[in-house]
């Protein structure tokens, strides 16, 4: 199934892309695209329902983050070799992980902010883990289970703020705009293999990084079931699982977004996303 959600900011309705291309109003089935409505009973439920019997929603609406009411925003760095070659950084023996704001989060169209002070926001196409079932201490051979989906997500950074200010990543990455996911969240019996998906992004036409989820160091098993030694996952929650070589700051010289721009990037199966840049105080409060 693919899930998304609709309409303004705020008031997004939950939907599901019927087989004719269609987005059907899933409102009188689920209150929204998140927390229990992504566990395996929630799913079944969306997946009883007949899309051709709900009603249709206006195909120029706006769509929304794929996930609401998102608990965690977890992302992993270093992710791919050559990413991490070309930031001049050794591959980790384990992932490292950092967190991204959930305020960051926006729709998969909406307008990318370049923020106050920025000189370095940067790219970096993503494959979004979404979690449906609560993991507490799993093993591999488990994590798959607690996985409701996947999603496509635009990991946007600020590098001075992430690199060349003191303490964590976390300031570098959390912007408001800065987490991009959807269109949709695509269900896992939709993905046969999320180690085989082809992942680009260009920017004003430009492409940047071309690669493929084959070259992750760390896999989505492993990632989930690492991650949930640590901290318990909940439904709702995202992964971020790193991104391949291309982002501007691997430039020669390096390349940074500015006012103006439009970014373009999709993962196999998970559709595209569209973003054009804007400067902070271009937009109104």
């Known amino acids: 199934m693919k899930l998304l959600r609709v309409g303004a900011k705020g008031a997004e309705k939950p939907a599901i ?36 019997a709900l009603p249709v929603l206006d195909a120029d609406s706006r769509i929304g983050p794929c996930v609401g009411h998102v608990g965690k925003f977890i992302c992993i760095g270093l992710n791919y070799a050559d990413h ?29 902010i370049i923020p106050k002070g920025s000189e370095k926001t940067d790219w970096e196409v993503e494959l979004g883990i979404v979690i449906g079932k609560t993991a507490r201490y799993i093993g591999e051979d488990a994590a798959m289970d607690h996985v ?64 493929s989820t084959r070259t992750m160091v760390f896999g989505v098993a492993h990632l989930v079931s690492y991650l949930s030694q640590f901290m318990s996952l909940q439904p709702g929650d995202i992964i971020s699982t790193g991104t391949p070589p291309g982002v501007g700051m691997g430039q020669t010289p390096p390349v940074y977004l500015k006012a103006g721009q439009t970014i373009r990037l999709g993962i196999e199966g998970l559709s595209e996303q569209t973003q054009t840049t804007v400067a902070w105080d271009e937009l109104e409060d």
């Open 17 to 52: 892309i019927h087989s004719d291309g269609t987005i059907r109003d899933l409102s009188s089935v689920v209150g929204d695209i998140a927390g229990d409505a992504l566990t395996d009973e929630g799913l079944a439920t969306i997946a009883a329902a007949d899309p051709a």
């Open 84 to 112: 991490a070659a070309e930031s001049g950084m050794a591959v980790p023996d384990e992932p490292i992980i950092f967190f991204k704001a959930t305020s960051a989060i926006t729709g998969p169209n909406d307008p990318v």
């Open 148 to 211: 409701a989906g996947y999603c496509l997500v635009n990991d946007v950074s600020e590098r001075a703020f992430q690199i060349e200010r003191a303490g964590q990543w976390v300031k570098g990455k959390s912007a408001d705009s800065f987490g991009p996911i959807g269109p949709w969240l695509v269900t896992r019996d939709d993905i046969a293999d999320p180690q085989n998906l082809a992942m680009w992004l260009e920017v004003d036409g430009h492409r940047y990084q071309d690669g």
